[in-house]
């Protein structure tokens, strides 16, 4: 573990925009809200932030995505895209950097998606432990609220200067030529295990029982009322998925220039809970009602996935609770509702 | 062989129409895909002979009515251009009077009985008239949505118009969710594919899109009263664009 | 063809082209005389009255922007300007400056989009831009570069070229960047070479236009400190200064049966309103690239050939085009900030908004009740005002020219019409009517 | 694994086309590699036409035929309408052999009656025509093959000679028979074929492929004639994004059909209730 003043940090921050070839991404404010974003000073940078309005997936799995180019003068000319930016994202919380982990195993399973696994492997994820919990989050209950891996650095607000743990080469790398750091000793490396050790406990919102709990709970559940009643007040407006960092459904579609010359195949994000998203072109819709599709969203977080990859694919962020405007897509009110039965 | 297209307008401000000349540069590309035929707002030029027609603005009167009929009978393709045209649009307001009202308050005692030209009944979308193959929603449309229209159509394709809520690109763009900053907004009803252009500008979306092809508007109204809306007030919102879904 | 005594001549112009909405022209000439020439609107009517009528007055400038497509900001404008003005809202500086920008992108939108698109084919002999992409590919380019500049402009302050969405009442929802805007600066300096190669390519190409000149009175805003766009008081060339409150004495509108549009006159049996009698009122003010462009065509105040209303707007265009420039550094020198949001209060009363749209004078007058909402509304559109005059025109105009094939004649009338840029969706937008 | 992208289909021309239907033609298509496909009957392929999008399509032919491969296509949305306006010599884009297909060495042996409803003949007659060049290998094949009406008849002359053989049964069936059109077989859902058939239980395995609403109906008239559950055999059909288990849009419950499927056992879903 090493140590880094915080004006040190700022210096440190400030050269990896000036000097290094990678663009650095950091946590900046929005209104009342804060966002990922580029950094074009280290001043913007808020550690203190509760939660971004989007996760840091938006990097990997971007909003929208060229997969592939062609032309269509010849008779097939085609080539897939794939734009890696090599990032330095500063200030990802623990739960989206475990959500980042389980998307890693998603897009690795049986096909690689190296549009998706090379924009990750280009870049470097500087990590902050919680400061400001967000009521909506529960990350303290679902095991998400700290973590000893998927970053590269991992930083800890000791006061007037940040700890930092070194979780990969690269990460050490980046430390050693721009940062001017000296090493924790003992004292302080318990101070961090100390401050992340109640980190968790800061979480006023709580699941109330332990999370691997949910696959049976959520199976047994299939057909409780629940759904339906909620359901009702669905928008179906995706908010829900859009916003959560281990949503990660897509559409795919084709875009031709005005000179039906060139044109290219995109993917975008999708969402289960939209209307269409099961829908095949002979009108046949699979997951036609509202509640079978809000159904499936929770089965996904807590069952599904699970059954396939073994996580509970929720970290608790809260970001659905608070992008919900009917407040029915919090999946801790829903869990403790259906165990509470 | 090139599709021949041909623009009209019916009631409206033309800016939809616009919206093709717009297109700048690209309309350079656009007369090389497609044989624009008939376009008054830009051309003396005009033909019978089309296989594709915009059609923009709502029907007013039985004159239009007529005109827009023959325009049907000769087209392959009939495309509804822009909210005036999709669902009647801002046009529609007036429809929550009567027709005597409205023209009693607008001419007074004047005889206009007989004339055709001020001969008006309750303003339609175009498919309450003849049948519409696509639409190309928004005040105005979209220049992107529309190049994708166009495109499609010249590649034989249905244009893939969203049936989601603006909520979805509005996520995607990041905002902050104007109902956070005091506004009320009809985002999760309103069909999207303006990549949410009213909340990105920190403005409530008013609908000019219309609804979603299964909106939840009891919820909506439930959303927006919980933020501080009168269920009246609410109600009136929707009547700027969605006039005619609500008075369904 | 020499003058024919005995001519006998019918035309039924249906649907005028090239031209803002639906108007015919009528003619019938019996025996060498001419019986009746006409401008007819026959746009549907839209009602925006009704529309506006039991709406907020945050909703007003929404839906007056839908008036019309073309000149939307300026609706808009006017629009919220009547509510300010009903409320006592402040607008800061900086506000200021953004809606004076936005003001004249629309300007240059417009002007470019009439003069460039419209009415390039009439002096190139041809039916619509389209041909001249292949024949005159270079001057289309430079046509566009303007268009385009003005719309990204418009995007940028507006949040879409067409419907503005930032502006609201007591300021914006979102403002562009220092960055932004500093790029827009660069983009517009190159923008005063083209205008002038535009001006030029229109005057290689002059004579095309006809030279016919008919006196008349022009109407526009008038301000002591600059060429008046966005604010000033009624000007006229007939009777001088007037106060904003006593434009219904200026615009007197009346219904004529053919037509769904309403038609105006003041001192005289018509007035003419846009770039012309802009020009006309406001030349000393003109920014040097302006009458930079008018010193090319030789066009003094007063002129009073209608068909150089396409002048008087390339010569607004280069005006508005440096007049941007001036606004960006004045922003950038104190640098944009996001402004507290204006505390608007609800409560009864009128309030009376004008600005020059791009065909001239825009009044919006609106009652507000104690909650904000709209009782009554009634609005000025500049084509109204200018009906009377293109029919007065048209009568002067016809005459001159009895000896020409009925192609000719019909592509002259077209052309006079087509000089005033006619908007007529504004005109039928409809809002309250008096007969006289 | 390489580098390259998953996404990226590679070229294969359309070497003949057969008309069917209105609505459904026959393409065959060699990879422009001129690799074989190497797909298990009942896998299915990414058909791609740029500017338009992709499909999921069944490879129609048996692997068996090794220098081309065929797909049965029916004209319902924006890329297979396309399909229909290509010519010979005309390209597409192909990906895959994707999915999960029949398992032709599990079925060694046994009895396999065949019951495909329209378009769900595609997929089948990739196995039946294997079966069919492995004939030794398989006991009894019983296809049971309804459509609407006579003229919707996919296949047809191969159909014919599948009846001509006599190492094989074949039962057709339309919904009905419209006025002017001539048809010589059962009249009825191709449910009513079932109990005109003898079969041993036992030693028949039931593969069935159809439109979403037969495979409730052909399940239990299978069960009622004592086919136990895992004796039957289904192919199912979702929305497909990418086919390679990303996307989301195939997913049945917990399983996702590009990758546990298409084809699956019917005891394996037969407790999902998303599948039927
Ligand atoms: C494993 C598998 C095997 C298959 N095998 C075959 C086969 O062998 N042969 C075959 O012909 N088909 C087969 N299909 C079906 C085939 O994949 C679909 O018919 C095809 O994807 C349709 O694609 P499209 O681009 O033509 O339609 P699209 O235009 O993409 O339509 C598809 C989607 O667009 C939407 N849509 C379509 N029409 C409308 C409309 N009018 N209004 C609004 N939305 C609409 C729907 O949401 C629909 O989901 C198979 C499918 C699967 C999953
Ligand atoms: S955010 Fe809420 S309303 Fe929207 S789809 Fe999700 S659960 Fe439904
Ligand atoms: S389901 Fe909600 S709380 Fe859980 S990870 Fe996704 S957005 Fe966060
Ligand atoms: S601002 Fe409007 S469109 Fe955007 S998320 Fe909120 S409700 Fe939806």
Redesign the interface.
Known sequence: MKLIKKDEFLNFVDSLIKIDPRRVIGVKSKGNKFIFDTLNSANELRLDYDVTILPPKKYFLPPTET??K?D?TD??S???V?EVTPLIIIGVHPYDLIALQQMDI??R???????YI?KREESILIGVNIQNVSPYSFAGSMGTATTEEGFDLMLTDLGDEYAIEIGSEKGEAILNKYAKIADADGDTINKVHDIKGKIASKFKKQLNFPPEELPKLLEEN?DNELWEKNAQKCLSCGSCNLVCPTC???????I?ELN?RR?K?V?TW?G?LLED??????G?N??EDRA?RYR?RF??KG??LY??FGFIACVGCGRCASACLPDIADPCKVFNALKEG | MKPKVAFFDFASCEGCQLQVLNLEESIIELIEIVDVVSFREAMKEHSDDYDIAFVEGSIARPMDEERLKKIRSKAKILVALGACACTGGINALRNQYSIEMVKKGVYGDADIENNPYFDVFHTKAVDEVVEVDYYVYGCPVDKDELTKVITSLA????PEIPNYPVCVECKKEGNVCVFEEGKFCLGPVTRAGCGARCPSNNNACEGCRGLVDNPNINSELEVLQKYGLTLEDALERFKMFCYREMSK | MSQDKKRNLKIRLEHVTRVEGHGNIVMDVKNGKILSVQWQVSEAPRFFEMMMVGRYYHELSHIASRICGICSIAHALASLKAVENALNVEISNQTMLLRKLAKNAENIQSHILHVGYLVAPDLFGVGSIFPLIKTHKDAVLQIIEIHRLSNELSDLICGRTTHPITMVVGGFTKIPTEKELAKFKSRLYRAKDTIRNIADIVLSNIDKLPNFSRETEYIGLISKDEYALYDGVIGSTDTGEHKIEDYASITQEFVVPHSTAKHARHNRSSYMVGALARFNLNSSKLLPLGQEIADKFDLKAPCFNPFMNNVAQLVEIAHCIEDSIHIIDKLLDTGLKEEEKVEVEAKAGRGIGVVEAPRGLLIHDYTLDNNGKCVKANCVVPTNQNHENIQKDLEAFAPTLLDKSKEEIEHNLEMLVRAYDPCISCSTHYLKVRFV | ?S???????R?ATIKNITKFTESESLFELVM?DNRPLNHQPGQFVEV?I??????PISVSSSPTKKKSFEICVRA???V???MH?LKIG??V?IRGPFGKGFDTEFLKGKDILFIAGGLGIAPLRSLINYVLDHRADYGRAIILYGCKAPHELLFREEVISWRKRKDIECHLTVDKVPEGEHWDHNVGVVTTLIPKIDFNPSTTYAVVCG??IMYRFVIRTLKERGLAEDHIILSL???M??G??????C????IYVC?DGPVFNYSEIKDL??AL
């Open positions: 997969l592939l062609y269509l008779k097939f085609v080539e897939a794939n998603v897009f399973d049986t096909y690689q998606d190296h549009n090379r299939y990660y459904c897509f559409d795919v579609q084709d031709v039906l044109g195949r993917r999708d289960c998203f099961a829908k095949v072109a002979t046949e699979f997951r079978a499936h089965m996904r069952k599904y059954d396939r | 590649l034989g394709k249905r | 694994m580098n390259e992208s998953i996404y990226l289909p070229p422009d791609s740029m500017g338009i999008g992709e499909a319902v949305g924006n297979t309408r396309a306006r005309d390209k884009g439109p979403p059909e979702r929305r994004k990418c390679v288990g990303k996307c989301g849009h997913q049945i419950n917990g990758q209730p998303e």
